[in-house]
């Protein structure tokens, strides 16, 4: 899986860079994960929300509340929200398409014919499912903060200012980056499990079912295991905003 992820590197900027593939596989990616994505948004963010404001609240520090929420949103929620349904989505039914591919020696016979697989049908669709990540995870954040301000707001009894003030007071730039960043990784390993299943298929209808199983779960567990390393390492490296 390390080495196709190497070659996936190596290939992106070989030419000819496949940009209608690429198009089309962005497109599908979107057409089945902005829906859902938008859904778990909306209930994500209202439960943050809900049960930071009962804390603060508990503690006397409500006017927190909107920092708490957005920067947990923006920092985790968001990326993982996205990782998982373009996983889920977009990722299984690429490794169902490309363990179809292999299973009818599609993959054997271009090799046979001198074309490169990670070239011709690896490389569109990983960069595909990162541009998609990287969009998803904005519309995520948009949605995810909007549907905990309604939530705090309406039914918590919130201040509009205190939720915007605190949010401007202790976020900064760098939680952005780092939630693009991460939203960027987890596309690009999304798509290199999905295709690394895909291409190595138990054989049979049902090997490429058992490979998709497995490309979502095996991707489930590295995105955790990536945010862990990754969060722990922001932490140490970028310091908190003050009030």
């Known amino acids: 899986m390390s080495t196709l992820a190497w070659q996936v590197l190596r290939a992106m900027p070989r030419r000819p860079f496949q940009v209608r593939e690429c198009v089309q596989q962005a497109w599908f ?4 994960t902005i829906l859902p994505t938008a859904m778990v948004a909306i209930p994500f963010g209202a439960v943050i929300a809900m049960q930071l404001g009962s804390l603060t609240q508990q503690i006397g520090a409500q006017s927190f509340t909107g920092a708490a929420s957005a920067l947990a949103l923006l920092q985790q929620a968001s990326p993982l929200i996205t990782a998982l349904l373009v996983a889920g989505a977009g990722g299984s ?21 001198g074309v ?23 519309l995520v954040s948009v949605v995810g903060v909007l549907g905990g301000y309604f939530f705090n707001v309406v039914l918590q009894g ?32 999304a798509g290199v499990v999905a295709a690394y299943r895909g291409l190595n298929p138990a054989g049979g209808p049902k090997g490429v ?18 945010n862990l ?14 009030l």
């Open 229 to 242: 390393v990754i969060t722990g390492i922001y932490l140490q490296l970028v310091p908190p905003k003050g």
């Open 116 to 138: 490169s697989p990670v070239h011709r049908l690896i490389v569109p669709r990983v960069v595909g499912a990162v541009l998609v990540s990287l969009l998803l995870n904005g």
């Open 158 to 189: 919130g201040t509009p200012g205190a939720y915007l003030a605190s949010f401007n007071a202790l976020a900064q730039l760098p939680d952005l980056w780092v939630s693009e960043f991460k939203a960027l990784l987890y596309g690009f390993v």
């Open 29 to 32: 990616f979107a057409s089945v």
């Open 93 to 113: 039914a690429m490794c169902a398409d490309i363990g179809a591919r292999a299973i009818r020696e599609e993959i054997a016979a271009m090799e046979v014919l």
């Open 209 to 226: 079912g058992d490979a998709v199983n497995q490309a979502v779960v095996i991707t489930f567990l590295l995105l955790f295991l990536i």
